[in-house]
Every structure is written in C-alpha cells, then in structure tokens.
C-alpha cells in the first residue's frame, strides 16, 4: 500500500510541478490576450517558476523532498499573500475588476494559493502524523 498523501489520486510533487507550470502559463497567456507592457502582469510567473523548480528538484533529488517542498511551500503562500491584493480593489469606485485582467490575476492567485497553501500544509501534518506513529523523528 502506499502511504504517499495525495489530493484525489495525485501527489504532493505532481501538484507541485501542475501549478508551476500554470501559474507560468497563466502570466503568458493574460500578458498576451491584455497584451500588457507592464512587469506586474508576469508576477504569477515569478511565483510559479520557483514552484516549479522546487517540483522538479523534488523528483530529481527524493532525499532533499523536504526542503524543496517547504521552499515550493513558502512560494505557495507568497502567491496567497499576493492575492490579498484584490481586495485594496473594492476601495476603488469601479471595484476590484476596474483592469478586469488585473482583477482576474489576483483572484486567481487568492483562490489557488489558498488552495496550494491548505494543500501543502495538510500533507505536512500527514507527514508529521506518520512519523510520530512510527517512531520516528
């Protein structure tokens, strides 16, 4: 049987690697369609690339999978904690969707950071839980 944790059939480290690469073709794609000159709009990018980096260091160094992970993790949450931002929208009197692309990419990292965050932090208690019942430390 196999102990790895896993969110409807997937790991840890697969999930990982799929938002980096989301993430990366996220700022792509809206800085192609919003066809934006601004640097903010490849911030999903900057986050995502060290995402991906720690998914794939992960897979070429299983030993190391614990600070690779925690360092994908720490990104994760810079994601949520960026996402925050849509919410100094709703103090604007056209909303938080004033540039809807702008609006939409902060959602986006609200939504799915949250979700990479409580999805990382459960398999980190999964973990510890493990452990400790087996004894190790």
């Given at each position: 049987?196999?102990?790895?944790?896993?969110?409807?059939?997937?790991g840890?480290?697969?999930?990982?690697?799929?938002?980096?690469?989301f993430?990366?073709g996220?700022?792509?794609a809206?800085?192609?369609?919003?066809?934006?000159?601004?640097?903010?709009?490849?911030?999903p990018?900057f986050l995502?690339?060290?995402?991906?980096?720690?998914?794939?260091?992960?897979?070429?160094?299983?030993?190391?999978?614990?600070?690779?992970m925690h360092?994908?993790m720490?990104?994760?949450?810079?994601?949520?904690?960026?996402?925050?931002?849509?919410f100094?929208?709703?103090?604007?009197?056209e909303?938080?969707?004033?540039?809807?692309?702008?609006?939409?990419?902060?959602?986006?990292?609200?939504?799915t950071?949250?979700?990479?965050?409580?999805?990382?932090?459960?398999?980190?208690?999964?973990?510890?839980?493990?452990?400790?019942?087996?004894?190790?430390?």
């Amino acid at each position: 049987m196999d102990n790895r944790f896993t969110v409807f059939g997937v790991g840890l480290v697969s999930i990982t690697i799929s938002y980096g690469v989301f993430l990366i073709g996220w700022a792509i794609a809206f800085s192609l369609v919003a066809e934006s000159n601004s640097i903010t709009s490849w911030i999903p990018a900057f986050l995502g690339l060290p995402i991906l980096f720690g998914g794939v260091m992960t897979l070429l160094r299983p030993e190391q999978i614990k600070i690779w992970m925690h360092i994908s993790m720490l990104f994760g949450l810079l994601t949520l904690i960026g996402g925050l931002d849509f919410f100094r929208g709703m103090g604007n009197p056209e909303g938080p969707f004033a540039n809807p692309a702008a609006g939409f990419s902060k959602l986006m990292l609200l939504v799915t950071g949250l979700a990479y965050s409580i999805i990382c932090v459960s398999s980190f208690v999964a973990a510890r839980v493990k452990t400790t019942a087996s004894g190790e430390e």
